[in-house]
């Protein structure tokens, strides 16, 4: 199982434009093949801030993720929204 928490930082007057585009990712990320979790939040307190969690079966399910069309679409329009991102690889303890 590979589980990722990626994090977004929207610049400041993109909150909702980063809100809407990580939503349109969840119904199609959680209908893939090999997706176990896939879950977006919006910190109450940083509101700038959001934390994607995502499981997947394995390396070829998260491959077939980052193929997909919406995964692409999200590729290619979150730069102008986002200040900034990163992720962690996460293991259960």
């Known amino acids: ?44 307190e940083e509101p700038r801030k959001f934390i994607v969690i995502e499981s997947w079966r394995d390396e070829k399910a998260l491959d077939g993720h980052k193929a997909s069309a919406h995964y692409n679409h999200y590729k290619t329009h979150y730069e102008p929204y986002c200040a900034d991102k990163y992720s962690h690889n996460l293991e259960i303890v």
Do not use: N, P, R, W
Request: net charge negative; charged share 25%; glycine share 2%.
């Open 1 to 44: 199982m590979i589980t990722k928490q990626v994090t977004f930082i929207a610049k400041e007057d993109c909150i909702d434009q980063m809100k809407a585009l990580l939503h349109s990712m969840v119904q199609a990320s959680k209908a893939e093949d090999g997706c176990l979790l896939y879950d977006i939040y919006q910190l109450k």
